[in-house]
């Protein structure tokens, strides 16, 4: 997967917004959520493997302790060749308090977020609970659970997905495998071998730089 920079982030109008230099070429994932929800059609298994195996390549290619920050639909651009996350650690740049007020404020874009993430706290677990909401909302078409609520039956998948929407991160899964796992065996795929592209580090990180982007070699 590739990491694009996004070279403003701000708080406008109590919404998080992200301003990029150009935006990718293809479809956002939201777009493609968006018309599956109106033709009331979920995504099958065999069509969001590849999309979650790139994401998982794509947080990997990550080292600790930094983290992405925002794995949304809206962050995730589509083409044939390829499936770009833009906004790289913008929201983990931003004051927590920010993030929690702003988040706090706007139940519908809270539910895509981690819980921890909305109390200011975040780690590379809530990237994987966020590929999991997409995938909650991929498959059911509907956003994930509240924090302590079930998740909705999904067959094999319920447990991996159960997983990693853990509302405590110390409990959370600490791996997107299982969920890459049972995609693969409902759609009686092989798992996607995909390599996490080399990291390539920013000089700084602060709130008003632009920070670089990892990228494909």
Request: net charge positive; charged share 20%; with cysteine.
């Amino acid at each position: 997967g590739r990491l694009l920079p996004a070279c403003r982030y701000a708080v406008q109008g109590s919404v998080l917004r992200a301003g990029l230099g150009a935006l990718p070429q293809g479809a956002s994932s939201r777009s493609v959520l968006e018309r599956r929800i109106h033709e009331g059609e979920p995504l099958p298994p065999e069509e969001l493997l590849p999309g979650v195996a790139h994401r998982d390549a794509a947080l990997t290619a990550i080292p600790p302790p930094l983290r992405h920050g925002d794995v949304r639909a809206d962050a995730v651009w589509i083409d044939p060749e390829r499936l770009q996350m833009t906004g790289a650690f913008l929201v983990p740049a931003l004051p927590p308090g920010v993030v929690a007020a702003v988040l706090q404020r706007h139940g519908d874009l809270r539910r895509r977020y981690a819980p921890e993430v909305v109390r200011g706290v975040g780690s590379i677990s809530a990237d994987r609970y966020g590929v999991a909401a997409v995938a909650h909302e991929a498959l059911t078409l509907k956003p994930p659970p509240d924090p302590g609520a079930s998740v909705r039956p999904l067959g094999a998948l319920t447990a991996a997905l159960a997983a990693l929407l853990h509302p405590d991160p110390r409990r959370r899964a600490t791996s997107l495998e299982p969920l890459l796992e049972g995609l693969a065996k409902q759609a009686g795929l092989a798992v996607p071998e995909l390599e996490p592209a080399p990291f390539k580090k920013a000089r700084r990180f602060a709130p008003r730089s632009c920070p670089l982007s990892t990228s494909p070699s």
